[in-house]
């Protein structure tokens, strides 16, 4: 899982890249923290339908990096993490 803020198209890059290696890692999902719809650019907007065709579920949240890695491992049990809708 990579977590990571809705606007480091550099880290949304890296991830495609990678996973489109054969020697790349392969990754269960990524989270986009930081997410506002209203906020989120065209290119970055066509990078993530891009990643359907890797096979690489996207969530996410409003909340923050740290708060949403929390909430993950368990650190912070009552939060939830909203999925992206397409």
Same mark, same amino acid.
């Given at each position: ?5 809705a ?7 890296s ?7 054969? =020697?790349?890692a ?6 986009? &923290?930081?997410?506002? +719809? *209203?906020?989120?650019?065209?290119? $970055? ?9 890797? =096979? ?5 949240t409003?909340?923050? &990096?740290?708060?949403? +890695? *929390?909430?993950i491992?368990?650190? $912070? ?10």
């Amino acid at each position: 899982m990579v977590i990571t803020h809705a606007k480091r198209i550099d880290v949304l890059m890296s991830l495609i890249l990678e996973c489109q290696s054969t =020697n790349g890692a392969k990754y269960s999902g990524l989270l986009l &923290t930081g997410y506002d +719809a *209203a906020d989120i650019s065209s290119d $970055i907007r066509s990078i993530l339908a891009g990643l359907e065709r890797i =096979n690489v579920p996207v969530l996410a949240t409003k909340d923050g &990096t740290f708060e949403s +890695a *929390a909430a993950i491992t368990g650190a $912070i049990p009552d939060k939830t993490i909203n999925r992206l809708s397409r």
